[in-house]
């Protein structure tokens, strides 16, 4: 990539990288997570991938007390109060220093959002190619939402294209269309999220409207890209028959093109929930908004059965 070290030295904020994973597109892939997004859904998994800064997270169940972070940390985040248990100052900003982890005897604390050079992530990347080339994988890249940092989103995607790695992305579509169309460029599939299609009730459960979304979705399939729309289902906010009749109506149009590549389903789960706790925030969710499988079949039949390809996605 001769002329680009510019381009390989620019940096990502990202908070996690999780290799051999096989829900995130074809194959097995290495998906890197990039920290930041537009979005509030009130369901959120990744809550730590939510604000473009540095957080700490910490175990409250874990926690001895020890007041050792409180001694080392320069930005005294780390506090003890009048009954000596420890907290953090969630006001001050964390600078990733990560003193207090090095010290923390109980594990009880992790620093999430650190920067990574386009150079560093792909030295990542490449270190599981042969799995890409034996099961069809690669590299998608998801957050918090990665269209958020474009310049960074599309130099990764860019040299992993050029290093022959298969390349997604996974969208809210939150974004400028001029920036989704710079990544695009660099983009073998787009998993696209569909989270709610009247557009009054996705404010009311993600805090913006779906105007945006919804045209550089049909943009995008308007100009050939590859796209499986992805839909996160819960009960009581997206699953009703007049939802999905919305989600029909909208894709139908697309429906033989060969860059609509079908439907995912994505039943909601709560292996985020604890995470909420762990940043002393209060998880939005009241009650169980699970479906049941017999729910979850006949919403899938009701795709099915207009001859969308359509797939339920259980972790």
């Excluded at 995130?24 to 369901?43: E, H, I, Q, S, Y």
């Excluded at 460029?185 to 009730?201: A, M, T």
Aim: proline content about 4%; glycine content about 8%; hydrophobic content about 35%.
């Amino acid at each position: 990539m001769a002329g680009s070290n510019g381009v390989l030295e620019r940096k990502a904020l990202i908070f996690n990288v999780q290799k051999y994973n096989v829900f995130d597109g074809p194959g097995v892939r290495t998906l890197v997570f990039f920290k930041g997004c537009p979005l509030r859904c009130k369901w959120c998994a990744n809550p730590e991938g939510i604000h473009r800064k540095i957080q700490v997270m910490m175990k409250h169940n874990v926690c001895i007390n020890c007041g050792k972070c409180v001694e080392v940390c320069p930005q005294h985040i780390h506090k003890m109060d009048k009954d000596l248990k420890h907290y953090v100052d969630r006001n001050i900003e964390c600078i990733g220093c990560r003193k207090c982890t090095e010290v923390c005897p109980a594990r009880a604390l992790e620093i999430m959002g650190e920067e990574k050079t386009i150079s560093e992530l792909l030295d990542v990347v490449l270190e599981d190619k042969m799995f890409y080339e034996s099961s069809g994988g690669g590299v998608t890249i998801g957050g918090g939402e990665c269209t958020a940092q474009p310049e960074a989103c599309a130099s990764l995607l860019n040299a992993c294209k050029l290093a022959g790695v298969n390349t997604a992305i996974e969208t809210c579509g939150y974004a400028k269309l001029e920036d989704l169309l710079k990544i695009a460029e660099f983009v073998d599939l787009f998993l696209f999220d569909i989270k709610q299609f009247n557009s009054d009730l996705h404010q009311q459960w993600t805090g913006v409207r779906n105007e945006r979304i919804l045209d550089n979705l049909k943009e995008l399939l308007h100009r050939h890209y590859n796209v499986c729309v992805r839909m996160p289902l819960l009960k009581g906010v997206n699953s009703s028959r007049e939802d999905i009749e919305g989600v029909i109506e909208l894709l139908t149009p697309y429906k033989e093109d060969k860059n609509f590549k079908g439907i995912n389903l994505l039943p909601y789960h709560k292996m985020g929930v604890g995470k909420y706790d762990q940043l002393d925030i209060e998880y939005p969710i009241e009650g169980d908004p699970s479906l049941s499988e017999e729910e979850l079949d006949e919403i899938e039949s009701w795709l099915s059965d207009k001859d969308f390809p359509v797939k339920v996605i259980r972790h």
